[in-house]
């Protein structure tokens, strides 16, 4: 629980002022408690005795004195006792209020600062990590949204360790005053509650981790059921996905029965332990009253003390059980948080070259754990090149371009911008210099607007037209109801393939990059539709170096050199011509393209 603690002094510390409030309030909460015992035990000596003789005794000479109270004036006074009550207990209220006001609020400001973080660590991973994280993007939304709920449950609670205590203390000391020796026999029970918290907490930091991982089964099953809903319902998998997340709720519900089980064991077990001592105490407590040493007044104050401390021992409870839980989920967040996974940058990185000539690949392999990608790529593009990759699916050329953006590092070897290792540039001056457009276009729910200025939310918006022009896309944008100002919809789909596509285009234009990366940019396409994005296309490649990946060998034919990929090597490097003239791996794909599109046209 310490180690814990540490991991969230960061986020305390900026509020520390509002923290030694809230203990402040808590303090006064606990003082005002305490009065309750005493008033109960004033009120009932006012009843057994006279006036006269309850304000002499309760009452400090120097009060008698200073405020000329005689025997009538005291009588009066005493009738106004009972009055004391509401007003204690509407300042108890109004201290209890503020008190638990700066605990939610406090916890929520904690809470969203770790969610901050943890958003921010997320967006920084390298993708081999976003990629092998078991319960993947769902179970990364989890730990977001879910696990820092009941962190903060067990921030609220953190205050019951420190306020209770001090609480039972008064209580103790006063039960002390009035009976020191069966006070001492009435905290008997304490070890046996602490040998009880203890098997408790063991065992719910076990089950509560297991409970965050069906909690994550079930966001993973039920992001995939809302992502694929289209494939869902085409092949009628919506039974076997409702089988799916059914089954992973009677997981989490079995783990979910252990944890209420021990949360809910802990009172019963204590209070029956608590019951023989209530038992020996009402004979030792009515036997002194009947044998005339003890009087009714101390009885019922002692009575009442005794059980206003269940509360401060209850809460207690509680709260073990809450940080117990917390201490798991903090584990599991700051796994994220203080994990080593994302892209590594240098303290003093330098800047990107202004005139910079070539990019070099030098040695470059990649592994994507025991399985081999890329070995010892060797290459150098000129600045205003464009380069093509073909090759079969897996043969690498998704992965070079991906760490030319350093979505993660080459496990050998390094990529160059002239002579400066993309290593010493700042990721967010590397990525500025770099347009990306993907076969599976990404668009934000937002509007067409907003997601070409995406490109870069540092420019103007009024060059969202011009690159819309250019890339084919303004003419379907004018003619949609709100036009620029239309929504996309989740992942843009209230948009064709090919209108995705041209905004995509449109965002790459406006951010005006050096570098552009074309990541099968057309494949998905129909011929219709490719022809217009073709066009978008043409606009975006002028004047830039691009690396360009490809599918269809049509849309490589012009390139200024066309690199063959296999088995995570190049294999064959020219023009298209020239490849052709060789009769190797890319004639191959030319025949076979060939034919295929032969026959689908016949």
């Avoid at 991906?402 to 010493?424: A, C, H, S, W």
């Avoid at 990541?519 to 691009?546: I, K, Y």
Wanted: aromatic share 10%.
């Amino acid at each position: 629980m310490i180690h814990a603690f540490k991991r969230l002094l960061p986020y305390l510390r900026p509020l520390r002022r509002e923290i030694a409030l809230m203990f402040l309030f808590g303090i006064g909460v606990t003082l005002i408690s305490g009065v309750v015992p005493m008033l109960v035990q004033l009120l009932f000596e006012i009843y057994n005795r006279s006036n006269m003789e309850t304000f002499q005794r309760l009452m400090p000479a120097f009060v008698v004195e200073t405020f000329h109270l005689d025997a009538a004036h005291r009588d009066i006074l005493a009738g106004y006792v009972p009055f004391l009550f509401p007003v204690i207990f509407l300042l108890l209220g109004i201290v209890r209020f503020v008190h638990n006001l700066l605990i939610n609020y406090t916890s929520e400001r904690i809470i969203a600062a770790i969610r901050v973080d943890l958003v921010r660590k997320v967006l920084r991973l390298n993708l081999s990590y976003l990629g092998s994280f078991e319960r993947g993007s769902g179970g990364l939304i989890s730990r977001v949204f879910n696990d820092p709920i009941l962190l903060q449950q067990g921030l609220n609670f953190t205050v019951d360790l420190i306020r209770e205590p001090i609480q039972g203390a008064i209580y103790i000391t006063y039960m002390l005053i009035l009976d020191w020796r069966l006070t001492l026999c009435s905290l008997l029970f304490l070890p046996f509650f602490l040998v009880i918290m203890r098997a408790v907490t063991k065992s719910l930091r076990k089950y509560g981790a297991v409970s965050r991982e069906s909690m994550e089964d079930l966001s993973s099953v039920f992001k995939d059921s809302v992502d694929g809903v289209r494939v869902v319902q085409s092949f009628n998998l919506d039974g076997e996905m409702m089988n799916r997340f059914q089954s992973r709720i009677r997981e989490y519900l079995h783990t979910a029965l252990k944890i209420i089980m021990r949360e809910n064991a802990v009172s019963p077990i204590n209070e029956f332990l608590v019951s023989f001592l209530l038992l020996g105490f009402g004979i030792y407590s009515i036997d002194q009253v009947l044998g005339g040493t003890a009087d009714s007044a101390r009885f019922i104050g002692f009575i009442a003390a005794a059980g206003f401390l269940q509360a401060p021992i209850k809460k207690l409870q509680d709260a073990g059980v809450k940080i117990q839980q917390a201490v798991v989920v903090t584990e599991r967040i700051f796994s994220i948080i203080e994990g080593g996974d994302e892209v590594p940058e240098i303290k003093n990185p330098q800047p990107f070259p202004a005139n910079w000539q070539r990019i070099t690949f030098r040695n470059v392999s990649f592994s994507y754990g025991a399985t081999r990608v890329l070995k010892n790529v060797n290459l150098e593009v000129k600045r205003g090149e464009v380069v093509a990759w073909v090759g079969e699916s897996g043969s690498g050329k998704s992965t070079l371009v991906n760490l030319l953006e350093r979505f993660y590092d080459p496990t050998e070897g390094e990529i160059l911008v002239d002579d400066v290792p993309i290593k010493q540039i700042a990721l967010k001056d590397l990525r500025h210099n770099v347009a990306l457009v993907t076969q599976d276009v990404f668009l934000f729910r937002d509007s067409i607007e907003k997601n070409i200025h995406a490109g870069d939310f540092d420019k103007p918006v009024s060059g969202v037209l011009e690159a819309a022009k250019l890339a084919n896309a303004h003419n379907f944008i004018s003619a949609m109801p709100k036009g620029y100002q239309s929504p996309v919809g989740e992942r843009g789909n209230f948009l064709s393939g090919g209108e995705k596509q041209r905004v995509s285009i449109a965002r790459a234009i406006f951010k005006n990059a050096p570098i552009l990366i074309l990541d099968e940019a057309t494949s998905a396409l129909d011929s219709v539709s490719e022809v217009e994005v073709q066009r978008g296309l043409e606009h975006l490649l002028e004047s830039r170096t691009a690396f360009v990946i490809a599918h269809r060998l049509s849309t490589v034919f012009n390139s200024d050199r066309i690199l063959v990929m296999k088995n995570g090597e190049i294999v064959e490097e020219g023009s298209h011509d020239d490849l052709l003239s060789m009769r190797g791996a890319y004639h191959s794909f030319f025949e076979l393209q060939m034919n295929f599109e032969s026959r689908v046209r016949t």
